[in-house]
Every structure is written in C-alpha cells, then in structure tokens.
C-alpha cells in the first residue's frame, strides 16, 4: 500500500446527511464543526442544491478557518416526485399534502446517495443520518460503515416514542406515511448507535435510562451543539439567513435594561391563523413589556391588515421588533436584555433557550413538544405553561383556529416575568442551567467527551475489517 494510501485510510470521514427541514439541518451543521474541529477528522454534508444555497457560507466560513468539512450536491428529484420545481426543503412545501411526495423525493435520492459515498475518498468511515431517512441503515451496510441515526429532540422524548406501541400509531396515517414509519423503526434495530444533542446534566436519569433501553447500541450525548458558534456571523446566520439585518437587530435590543424583553417564537413551521396570531399579539401588548417577536411562517398580509386595523402596530411601535420569516434566534436569546422566551418547545428552540440561561414560557403543538415542556416546566423547573393540550399538527392550524386565548397567553407571560421570589428562583435555575450547558461542550465536560468517545469508537471499527450487519 502507498504512503498516500495509507494516510487516507488512517483519515477519519464522517458523512452526515440531514433532512431536508430547517430543525433537522442546522443541528447537523453543528455537529459537522464539531466533529472537524477534532484533529485527523474530514467529514461531508450531503445535501441538494437548493439547501446548499441555504447553508454554503456558514460551511465556506468554517472551512476558511482550517476545518475540514465539505459539501455533497445531489440531485432532488422533485418533478419525478410530483413537486413544485425547487421545493428542497420542508419548509417549502405549499401545504401539508406535499409531505408524502416530498419523502418519495427523498427516497429517490438513494441511488445517488450510494454513488457519491462509493466515489468519496477519503472512504466514508461513518454514515451518521437523520431517523427520518431510514434506507441509509442498508446503504451504510452496502459499504461495511456504521449508521448512526440522529433524532433531533431529547432523551426524554426519545425514551417515550421507545416505550410506545406501534399499535397505537394514528388511524389517520396514510400507506406512505405509516410505511415510513414502519421503516424507521425496523432501521432502529440495526444501525448502530444514536447521536444526541442534548446533555448529562439536564436529563441525567433519561440520559441513562435512554443507554439501557438501547441495549447494545451506542448512545452519545453530544450537545447543545448550537454553541459550537463562537463567531458572531455564524451565530447570526445559524440555520438560514435573518430575514433582517442583524444590526437593526442588535440595535433595536442593546438600549433594553438586562431581561426586560420578552421575546416570541413559534418555531420555523408552525403556521397559527391570523386570529390565533392575534390573541398573541394583543398578548404580548399587554404584557405591558418590550417585545421582540419571531413571526416566521405565521407571517401574512391577513395578519399585518389585522395589526394594523386593530392598531396593534400603532400602539406597540415604540416597544416592539417584528420579524416576518427567518430570526436570528441564537443571536437574540444570547442578548442579555432577553428575560423571557415564549416558544413552541421544539428541541432545538428549548436547547437554545436553555444554553442562553433564558426561563421558557411554553407552547406545545405537537409530537415531542409536550414532552419537552414536561423536562422544562415540571422537571428543571426553569418554565412556565400557557396550558396548551390541544396538538396541532402542521398544516392544520386551519382546522384548529384559536386555541389558545389571549388571556391564558398573557397570565404565562406574566409569571414568567416577575420578580416575586419564584420568578427569581426560575431565573437562577435557568442561569445554572447554561453554566452547566457551557461546561458540557468544553474539555473535560460530559458531552466533550461523548464526542470523543464517538471518533475513538468509529476510529476502532475502521481499523476492523469484519462486517457490521
């Protein structure tokens, strides 16, 4: 074997492959720098074009400061799938109906999934893959390499869709849907271990419950991965581009008193009608506190006529910063005027809250939201709930109108608010919580060391030759 052989066998090359969706992507992207930043590690992100122009600086800025870490283009079929032209990603999809076609896209990828990973050099040591794309557990198995699966959401979570019956998936599901499912949870078995963002001091007793459960796979507590970003644009630009320019941003925060502002966001796809929308914004006015609000896709022209003939827009103007689309997130909670987050509990928002020391007030929809809410207001007690039990599933905000009023919204902000000694107590425990989150990620913390247990592990079995499946 040559000398160059040789080295590039020795190189570690993890490939990551996220779905398509804004919640999916950007803790990846995190993972990615993480894993680079360790010596002797390449790793590649396989994407589609239209994700690419998503994400390319970030990966362009941190490929610039030495990391190496490299993007895949592949082809997404969206015609052959019966999709608009340039839909790549969840967050585009005109309605909820385009999700079944948006997986048969997905799907499609395959053959040009196993090209590139057979073309790669240096040779994939590692497939770790979203659990939402559960044909690469046979693709990593084509290649000898070890699937890991990423999950995105909490032990805690994880542990309960664990414990669930598969009796008891929705009788509304249709073939498509209940066959990815199925699909998902025989990958489960076979791959070989799960990467977490999350970390042993926020969820110890799930964290260790989650490893039993798992048995002989690998379980890894890598997070809060979002504080890989140290440099300010990153930090900015994490998961998309602001729809807003980041000094206004900035500006419009840095003369608030420290946690005084509340700010307000529903995650990346949640589309609430304009009335749910209001009872929100009348809300927050009456809070009587300045607000920064994330409006992302609930954005509309309804919406803003509604601002404006309820005189809403005038009568906030002075306290308020709206933002229609994409927000800075991890920008804004980082702001030491930030004293309150209003969110939907989705676990990349709840861990960024967490890692920014900020106290939650919360607003499940759907899925592992409500488990989510549970760790923060019942468990770490670092929250406050508007008392939401209605799950609202995407693309049926419609259908559900308002189901959360303006009254329950304001109390939640309310409390979360004060100064009385419980709202104290809440604010000291979230602070403890991001010293802890902090101390996870930094040499000699616990995640630090899930991800170095993670290369060695991978490091071994690319040395053994004997196949995994």
Not at 17 to 38: E, W, Y
């Amino acid at each position: 074997m040559s000398m160059g052989a040789e080295s590039q066998q020795q190189q570690l090359h993890f490939v990551l492959f996220p779905m398509m969706a804004p919640g999916h992507m950007s803790p990846v992207i995190d993972i990615a720098k993480l894993l680079a930043s360790r010596g002797g590690v390449t790793v590649s992100i396989i994407t589609t074009p239209g994700n690419v122009a998503r994400i390319s600086s970030t990966i362009d800025r941190a490929a610039s400061s030495g990391l190496q870490i490299h993007l895949i283009q592949i082809r997404f079929p969206a015609a052959e799938a019966g999709l608009p032209d340039g839909c790549e990603n969840i967050d585009s999809l005109p309605s909820l109906e385009m999700g079944e076609k948006f997986m048969v896209a997905i799907n499609l990828t395959r053959n040009d999934v196993v090209r590139v990973l057979e073309e790669l050099q240096p040779p994939p040591s590692c497939l770790i893959s979203d659990f939402g794309l559960p044909w690469t557990t046979q693709v990593a198995a084509k290649l000898n390499i070890p699937r890991i699966i990423f999950h995105g959401t909490s032990c805690i979570a994880l542990l309960s869709s664990h414990k669930k019956k598969a009796s008891q998936s929705q009788g509304t599901e249709s073939a498509v849907m209940k066959d990815v499912r199925d699909q998902v949870r025989a990958a489960e078995t076979t791959s070989y271990g799960v990467v977490v963002n999350s970390f042993d001091d926020l969820e110890a007793e799930y964290v260790k419950e989650y490893g039993k459960v798992k048995g002989q796979q690998k379980v890894w507590c890598i997070g809060p991965v979002s504080l890989c970003n140290v440099d300010s644009t990153d930090v900015a630009e994490r998961g998309n581009k602001s729809v807003v320019d980041v000094e206004d941003c900035l500006k419009w925060l840095d003369p608030h008193e420290p946690g005084s502002v509340i700010y307000a966001a529903l995650g990346s796809l949640a589309r609430p009608t304009p009335e749910q929308m209001m009872e929100l914004a009348l809300a927050l006015e009456e809070s009587n506190r300045p607000f920064i609000w994330g409006l992302g896709k609930a954005s509309s022209a309804a919406l803003e006529e509604m601002f404006v003939e309820s005189g809403f827009s005038q009568r906030t103007k002075d306290r308020s910063f709206l933002i229609r689309g994409w927000a800075p997130q991890v920008l804004i909670l980082s702001h030491p005027a930030i004293g309150g987050f209003l969110t939907h509990c989705g676990w990349n928002s709840t861990l960024e809250g967490i890692s920014a020391g900020a106290p939650l007030a919360t607003w499940p929809f759907v899925g592992d939201q409500f488990i989510n809410e549970k760790l923060v207001v019942e468990i770490l007690r670092i929250g406050v709930s508007v008392g939401n039990e209605i799950r609202v599933m995407w693309g049926e905000e419609e259908k559900a109108g308002v189901f959360v009023k303006k009254d329950a919204i304001k109390k939640a902000l309310e409390v979360l608010m004060e100064e009385g000694e419980e709202g104290t107590e809440r604010r000291r425990r979230a602070r403890e919580l991001r010293k802890k989150a902090e101390m996870a990620i930094q040499e000699g913390g616990s995640s630090y060391l899930g991800l170095t247990l993670l290369i060695e592990e991978i490091k071994a079995k690319s040395m053994d030759a004997t196949p995994l499946l």
